[in-house]
């Protein structure tokens, strides 16, 4: 999601998950691979804006399973959930150093309700491109995933979200019932929703 412009939003779109892959150590250390990625993209991102006057930002979150393994990577805004109600939490804020109090949050600089971003030079001292990663092994009891921003989650508690979830047999049409229903709700923030329905092969020999 970007703020203060779509540039931010728009490169990472075009540049993250490119660099992602090439990454030479994306396969044998996924992790360090992720966060060298974020911040080297943001770094580029950094040095193809220093001659205008912009200063966009933007969160993002980063999913890629490998095997039996599930990555995910975020930069603020973002919740992963899945059909077990277990949570991984992206980062909420808060530093405390260059804080300003604003109404109803507190702000880096007073503009900027997040720790961690891409982009946003101005106050690259205080926001820093350092995602939290965790690891999540699959099994046979994890049916779905949810990658969803604070508009969503500020409205939908987690059992919500899950029981909307398990109504709907295309994640498709499982994400629009999720924003659907956060607009519904009254959300007042960005509405962002991503559903991953896992399909898991059954043994020879096991009914259906």
């Not at 993002?60 to 109600?85: C, D, E, P, R």
Request: aromatic content about 6%; hydrophobic content about 40%.
């Amino acid at each position: 999601m970007g703020h203060g412009g779509s540039r931010a939003a728009e490169y990472l779109k075009e540049h993250l998950f490119e660099n992602l892959m090439k990454h030479p150590q994306f396969m044998s250390d996924t992790k360090l691979a992720i966060s060298e990625t974020y911040k080297k993209t943001d770094s580029d991102f950094l040095d193809s804006e220093i001659n205008t006057h912009r200063d966009d930002g933007s969160t993002a979150s980063t999913a890629v399973l490998l095997g039996n393994h599930l990555y995910v990577a975020n930069l603020l805004h973002s919740l992963m959930i899945t059909s077990q109600t277990e949570v991984m939490r992206g980062n909420e804020l808060r530093v405390l150093v260059g804080l300003l109090c604003g109404p109803g949050t507190w702000r880096v600089g007073g503009v900027l309700a997040m720790s961690r971003a891409f982009g946003n030079r101005l106050l690259k001292q205080f926001v820093v491109a350092e995602p939290e990663i965790q690891d999540q092994e699959i099994d046979d009891e994890m049916e779905f995933l949810i990658l969803a921003s604070d508009g969503l989650w500020d409205v939908v508690p987690n059992e919500d979200a899950v029981s909307l979830v398990k109504m709907e047999e295309d994640p498709e049409a499982a994400a629009r019932k999720l924003t659907e229903t956060a607009f519904g709700r009254g959300s007042g923030d960005n509405i962002t929703c991503v559903v991953v329905k896992f399909q898991h092969s059954k043994a020879a020999g096991d009914q259906i």
